[in-house]
């Protein structure tokens, strides 16, 4: 174990060490057990759930809550839809922020700060959900899957973070390296600039492919057809239909007993059934924060 | 800036097709940056199609909405709706729990990933990061609807974990959900579980491309573990710091609504009660679209001076800024 | 390297081209009729989520053929107003908008023209025009301001007069040898014994929670909840006392700042400080609310608390521990009238649960489909599911109610998912013959207590006729201005005094600051209203 290497270690950074650990050790814990009860609680009977007998084990084990949630055909269709969203996506808005991020970046770019200036202004005022949908209405994106993925392909707020990253990342002195070799800005950012980047724009990607994958307001202003839905659609009306009415009699009767007993499981699966698929994305993305990636993929 | 810049501006000749070093115009800019420009040019154009053009849809907070009319063709009523925002009976009371709110959540939420990233990134110990890593980004998930279920099964004074654990401390039994004092730490702590690793994402992005010879040189300058975090780890993170606090300050009268509005009962709505969450409660009713219309504008006009006084500090004192 | 940067350039640009390419008009127009000549019409439900795929409902298969039409369906079980406002302002309706209140009279002000006014329609409604005959308040629920309809109504006859109903354990009342209360004061002995003694024998004298009612909205008060206590005094809740108004001797009036509200909170207070009421009544959701009463295997929690339904409300198990109560009076000498929560009409009548755009391609096949479903036969099924799987045909012209095939299912939840149930427009007629289902029956016999208080109410005097009144575009902002004002001050109160007590002292500066919330302006615009109604019933 790395902990107690001690190997060139002082003693103070050997105190330091075991400190980070405590603190990461308490840290995962107070994470951990929320997200752990959820797991427990989806297997759970939901009467035990909500009154607090279930803490460290599943009471009441069944599956119901899965096979529920599988049981609907429409969430295979729903996966399959929001995975398409979400890469087309995905790559398009890395395609557009990227290259828009490097130009801004560029401090003899005279139109720099206004144009900054313009985008930022958009992550304030908008036209209000009428306008945009009026909008969408005429370039026929109502109903249409590119909904999902062209309008706003841009978003302000990752544009400016890798803009940030760029400026104060990318050592000046390469740029002009560059020059010498009579290397082009196209060239100069495809060469040096992205490989460079590989920890921003695992982060931008993420927070692109996150933003798509959990998306659901697109799915119900914009689209009619259920076959073009996305998971998050499909799941929320998997989820209501597990709900207890909260006006049980104003909604004319007692349907309550029946839902009840798996309300909960049904809560808690969705979420496990929404968030898998984004876990075992993480870990790919995840080694290029090590340290030292961005040197290595110069000489490399 | 590109003029003070003597690098930039040695740079700029290299690079430039243009032979002669004429005064910078917008004009020649579009001829000598003409590969800047093409590369930015489809991010303006999405821009432009798809927040500009709906833009005259603002007008709706001055006009009185006559669907009849079309969108735009209701009757000018000014700042009517705006005085009557601000002369309601609930004016003062919804902009003092909008700004305690969401300045709770900046005072105490912004640092929280920042701590949590360089603790993260000293962990030596290879799979227990990314074991930690990987666990404390997980809570961003949770819907809002579960996230408050959580909150309601694990804080419960009867029955949750958190009430037990309080009771087996002496801390009595406070109900955690019913106390017009706890509704704001609960919110924001909450936020925090949710958020902070999620957002130290982007910090530990900007701490992997620190070059690894600074760290053996100040290793070889006999620094210890805290010295290196401070010189060298934290200097790397501060632009991105810098930027994202001026975001984030542009954000002061925007809270969540609707995990508010999930976690508001009685007790609590004295002080949970919040610009977005009283719209939705006169909006949903009687279609008034342009009173709500107003009071968003009135928000985005307020939150929009912070950002620019905000940017204008930032400017001055460390020379990042987001324009 | 060139070639990789081209590449990237031209996937850049084909992107912005691919937006371009989108803006290509693909004409998606329905035709207006089918290949085999049915006319084609578009159609959106807003059903409960739990109702099954429109496409599996025999009897609505049969309607669509009666009537010659092919119904392409939108299906919306959730946030059906966020998609509401862009549909209706963009002027995006489909042909027809079923769903209760789907669209409400509000939006008929605001989106003018954009509904078909059906009244000068009824010759090719005569379903609907029977409706109006027999019942011809539901013409008035139908009937706008300015005297046409848009939206047709439902009635659905069979339910009960009120959703609340009181529940005791009396397996507790003999374990401890006490009678059923009768009145306020009995109550509380009641539950304080709950609260002292081991009441449900399971050897924890503090697992009792005496008394529990629904989760209190920071909007305003619901079904089950104690406010049908303050019948007790005389105050006939009816729809609207949400927010506190009732009608009293033909005066619209507001218990938020009458003093038997305050009288009803005192008790409250009371009762709570000595834990008489579960300590998490106002943190808990309903699902826990629900979850609690069923106790653990039959060991019963609850003793006294508010509900739709038995089984509903304790499950199968806990169910025959309990049993419904008369209403209460406030004290054994008190001779006051009692009275309880009306809720007959807003059970049995709906307004615009089905609307026709005014362009519609293919009005007549239209108006006739909407004139199959107000044939009470037809309607029977739109309410509880198909003849032949939920419904039997007994020969003589009468039907009976079929309990679900699935066995663990309760026959509420097999009607909802079998059918459009109570979201559906329909006319259940006085004459039609049909035998209910086990749910409605248990629901009209636990409603048996209190049939003799809501047959004696008043209903020209007494009950605030809400589901027949409308009101002008600015009363309706007025009133909800002023009524999210004054929830904002009164519901926090509410809970406040019955958790820390404090009215007392309250109490006038309390009545002064609701009066600033526009309180008065509301009641004198609910009495104009009123009062126009009465002049005209």
């Known amino acids: ?174 740029f002009e390296a560059a020059q010498m070799d009579g290397c082009s800005h196209f060239q100069f950012f495809g060469k040096v600039v992205l490989p460079l980047s590989k920890a921003v724009i695992s982060v931008v990607g993420l927070y692109y492919l996150v933003g798509h994958w959990n998306d659901f307001f697109t799915g119900l202003i914009y689209i009619r057809d259920y076959s073009l839905q996305p998971l998050q659609i499909v799941l929320r009306d998997i989820l209501l239909s597990n709900q207890v009415f909260a006006d049980g009699a104003g909604s004319g009767g007692a349907s309550g007993g029946y839902a009840q007993r798996y309300a909960d499981q049904i809560k808690y699966g969705v979420i496990i059934v929404s968030t898998l698929p984004i876990l075992i994305v993480y870990p790919f993305i995840q080694k290029y924060f090590e340290k030292g990636v961005m040197i290595g993929s110069v000489k490399g | 800036m590109a003029l003070n810049n003597p690098l930039a501006k040695k740079v700029n000749t290299n690079i430039s097709n243009v032979p002669l070093m004429k005064k910078p115009t917008l004009l020649n800019t579009f001829i000598r940056d003409y590969q800047l420009w093409i590369m930015i040019l489809p991010a303006i154009l999405v821009i432009i199609i798809f927040n500009y053009i709906p833009m005259y849809g603002v007008q709706l907070a001055f006009r009185e909405y006559d669907f009849t009319k079309g969108f735009t063709g209701g009757e000018w009523v000014g700042l009517h709706y705006f005085k009557e925002f601000i002369n309601n009976y609930m004016f003062a009371d919804l902009m003092k729990n909008t700004v305690v709110i969401s300045l709770a959540t900046i005072i105490l939420g912004f640092p929280a990933p920042i701590i949590l990233a360089l603790i993260i990134n000293q962990v ?200 | 390297m060139k070639k990789v940067l081209n590449g990237f350039l031209a996937l850049s640009l084909s992107a912005t081209v691919l937006a371009a390419c989108s803006n290509e008009k693909v004409d998606k127009e329905e035709a207006a009729t089918t290949k085999d000549g049915k006319a084609q019409i578009t159609a959106l439900i807003t059903k409960h989520p739990l109702t099954q795929d429109l496409k599996k409902m025999e009897w609505l298969k049969k309607v669509e053929e009666e009537a010659g039409v092919k119904i392409k369906w939108e299906e919306v079980s959730a946030d059906w107003d966020q998609k509401k406002g862009a549909m209706l302002a963009s002027g995006d309706v489909p042909d027809l908008i079923i769903g209760p209140n789907a669209i409400t009279d509000a939006d008929f002000v605001q989106y003018q023209g954009l509904f078909e006014d059906l009244s000068d329609d009824m010759d090719k409604l005569p379903n609907v025009q029977a409706m109006f005959d027999a019942k ?82 920071t909007g305003g008060f619901g079904f089950f909840q104690p406010t049908v206590l303050l019948g007790s005094m005389g105050i006939t809740l009816a729809e609207g006392s949400g927010q506190g108004y009732f009608v009293e001797d033909g005066k619209v009036k507001n218990f938020f700042t009458d003093d038997r509200y305050k009288e009803f909170i005192e008790f409250l207070s009371k009762a709570y400080k000595e834990g008489l009421i579960s300590k998490e009544v106002f943190t808990q959701d309903y699902t826990k609310f629900q979850s609690v009463a069923r106790g653990t295997g039959d060991v019963a929690k609850v003793g006294y608390t508010y509900g739709w339904e038995l089984t509903d409300r304790f499950g199968i198990t806990l169910a025959p521990q309990y049993s419904p109560m008369a209403p209460l009076k406030k004290s054994a000498d008190s001779t006051e009238k009692l009275s309880w929560a009306y ?195």
């Open chain 1, 1 to 174: 174990m790395d902990l107690f290497n001690k190997k060139g270690k002082t003693t103070s950074d050997m105190i330091f060490d075991i400190l980070i650990f405590v603190f990461s050790v308490f840290v995962f814990l107070i994470v951990a057990y929320p997200l752990y009860f959820v797991v427990i609680a989806s297997v759970s009977d939901s009467t035990l759930v909500s009154t607090g007998q279930v803490t460290l084990y599943p009471k009441g084990f069944s599956l119901f809550g899965y096979t529920e949630i599988f049981k609907d055909t429409r969430i295979w269709v729903g996966y399959k839809n929001t995975i398409i969203y979400t890469i087309l996506g995905t790559v398009l808005n890395l395609l557009l922020t990227l290259p828009a991020a490097y130009v801004l970046s560029r401090h003899e770019f005279k139109a720099r700060r206004i144009l900054m200036f313009v985008f930022v202004v958009t992550m304030f005022f908008n036209g209000g959900l009428i306008p945009t949908y009026l909008l969408m209405k005429e370039l026929n994106l109502t109903n249409n899957m590119w909904v999902f993925i062209i309008p706003f392909s841009v978003n302000v707020f990752n544009l400016i973070i890798v803009r940030t990253f760029f400026e104060s990342s990318i050592p000046k002195e390469l």
């Open chain 2, 124 to 323: 030596v110990w290879k799979k227990w990061k990314k074991m930690i890593q990987t666990t404390v980004y997980l809570p961003h998930f949770i819907s809002m609807v579960v996230m408050v279920g959580l909150l309601n099964v694990l804080l419960s004074p009867e029955t949750g974990i958190v009430g037990h654990i309080m009771k087996s401390i002496g801390l009595g039994d406070i109900n955690l959900l019913a106390s017009e004092n706890t509704f704001v730490p609960v919110y924001v702590l909450s936020d925090i579980w949710q958020h902070a690793g999620w957002n130290s994402i982007i910090y530990l992005a900007a701490l992997a491309s620190v070059d690894p010879q600074l760290y053996d040189s100040a290793k070889i300058d006999g620094a210890n573990r805290w010295q290196i975090i401070k010189n060298v780890d934290l200097p790397a993170i501060v632009p991105t710091m810098i930027i994202l606090f001026i975001l984030s300050m542009g954000n002061i009268l925007n809270t969540g609504f609707e995990k508010i509005f999930l976690m508001q009962n009685p007790l609590n709505l004295p002080v949970s009660e919040v610009i977005a969450t009283y719209v939705y409660k006169i909006g949903i009713i009687s279609n008034q679209f342009s009173y709500s219309a107003a009071i968003g504008l009135f928000n985005t006009m307020i939150n929009f001076v912070f950002l620019i006084a905000m940017n204008y500090i930032a400017k001055k004192t460390s020379n990042i800024s987001l324009w």
């Open chain 3, 136 to 217: 011809p308040e539901t013409e008035g629920i139908a009937t706008q301001l300015d005297g046409n309809i848009y939206g047709l109504p439902k009635y659905q006859r069979f339910w009960p007069g009120t959703a609340t109903r009181q529940f005791i354990n009396h397996q507790w009342l003999e374990n401890l040898g006490l009678a059923v209360p009768t009145n306020w004061d009995e109550l509380y002995v009641v539950l304080k014994a709950f609260k002292d003694e081991d009441a449900n024998g399971n050897g924890d004298k503090n697992d009792e929670i005496p008394m529990d009612f629904s989760p209190v909205g």
């Open chain 3, 343 to 537: 809720d007959y009409n807003s059970l049995n009548y709906g307004a615009n649960m089905i609307t026709l755009s005014s362009q519609s391609k293919n009005k007549e096949a239209a108006l006739k489909f909407i004139n199959e479903l107000y044939d009470p036969e037809v309607s029977m099924q739109v309410l509880f599911g198909s003849l032949g799987t939920n419904i039997a045909e007994n020969g003589d012209g009468s039907y009976k109610i079929l309990p679900p095939t699935d066995q663990k299912m309760d026959p509420g939840t097999w009607k909802w998912t079998s059918t459009w149930a109570d979201n559906g427009p329909m006319y259940i007629a006085d004459d039609l013959k049909l035998e209910l289902g086990s749910d409605m029956q248990s629901v009209g016999q636990q409603t048996e207590p209190l049939n003799a208080v809501l047959d004696a109410v008043d209903e020209k005097k007494d009950l605030y006729p809400g589901m027949f009144i409308k009101y002008s575009k600015e009363d309706n902002s007025k009133l909800s201005l002023n009524n999210t004002n004054l929830m904002s001050l009164a519901m926090p109160k509410f809970s406040q005094w019955i958790t820390k007590g404090g009215i007392e002292k309250d109490w006038d500066a309390y009545v002064k600051n609701a009066e600033k919330t526009g309180l008065p302006e509301n009641i004198k615009i609910m009495q104009k209203y009123y009062d126009e109604y009465m002049s005209k019933n």
